[in-house]
């Protein structure tokens, strides 16, 4: 049986979710015409938008270097530069680890995206109509890329 307590707390947790899918989801991962899997907006995203509201992963990555990464399955390794940002000879991977990657980090690349990347945000920098892929330039953050 749920307490008073414990029942006000359920129905926050449930008010914040449900404002939560009115207002902040836009997307769903989908099979890319591109490169694998993409990020497709499921409702329209207004320039300026940030479609990952509250993805913070980007911002609360680790610095680990090819060093840091020895004695890790090579797999593994593969899997760190296929998806990981790298800059002066650091790979940045989320705090929670890569089974804890978001949406986000599978955005597939274009010289002429309709994302960019502001102050650690993913920002859309057109109109993003339904059903249309969300792009960014990976070379405006990555050092070190292999492009479809």
Sequence with gaps: MVTGGQERSADMNKTKLLKQLRDDVFTRLAPSPIHGIGVFAIRPIPEG???FRGDSTFARSIRVSDEDLRGVPEAVKKLVHDMCAFQKGYY????????????????NHSSSPNMRVI?????AIEDIEVGEELTV???TYSEEIDLP
């Design 92 to 107: 940045w991977i989320p705090d929670n680890g890569l089974e804890e990657a978001t949406k986000s980090w599978h955005m």
């Design 119 to 123: 102050r650690e945000d993913f920002i």
């Design 49 to 51: 938008t940030s479609p």
């Design 137 to 139: 330039d990976y070379t």
